[in-house]
């Protein structure tokens, strides 16, 4: 019943369907066919230890902790690539826990988590998801330049 709303020229332009996963390869095709699905757009982890700071940064200060930003060139070399916003959320939680049970700042904390930090989604597990992720989109200017090259060389094995 799904795919047949989704079709309805009627509804056409009238209903944006948003739809997401994190395995592509699960939806049935019919579902993701052009004309029910017009635009895929990836949500990829971060490529940069930038995009990493930021990106911790910000979940930080929703929780009331402050990363300088002049903190970031002490820290870019710990910052871990390829960071979900879960696995950043997750920094964050420890991050948290450790300035309000010791009298660490958030820059400490952060050091301290980033020290010892490995992916909660081992990163064979994680490139296969980015590689689902590239094939499905309609449109390679989604695909962070980093990723488009990583994506060419073959970052996982396909399964065919």
């Not at 971060?46 to 700071?53: C, K, N, Q, V």
Request: a negative charge; one cysteine or more; proline letters at 8%.
């Amino acid at each position: 019943m799904l795919a047949e709303e989704m079709g309805n020229s009627d509804s056409r332009g009238k209903i944006i369907w948003i739809l997401a996963s994190s395995r592509p390869d699960l939806i049935e095709v019919d579902l993701k066919r052009p004309g029910r699905v017009d635009v895929k757009i990836p949500l990829l982890p971060t490529t940069t230890a930038r995009e990493g700071f930021d990106l911790i940064r910000m979940l930080c200060g929703k929780r009331g902790l402050t990363l300088d930003e002049s903190d970031f060139s002490s820290l870019e070399p710990k910052i871990p690539n390829l960071l979900t916003p879960g696995a950043a959320d997750t920094l964050v939680t420890k991050i948290y826990r450790q300035v309000k049970t010791s009298s660490s700042t958030p820059t400490q904390s952060l050091a301290a988590s980033l020290a010892d930090y490995q992916h909660p989604v081992p990163l064979q597990i994680l490139e296969q998801q980015i590689r689902m992720a590239i094939d499905e989109a309609t449109d390679m200017e989604f695909v962070p330049l980093m990723l488009r090259t990583r994506y060419s060389q073959g970052i996982a094995p396909r399964t065919e």
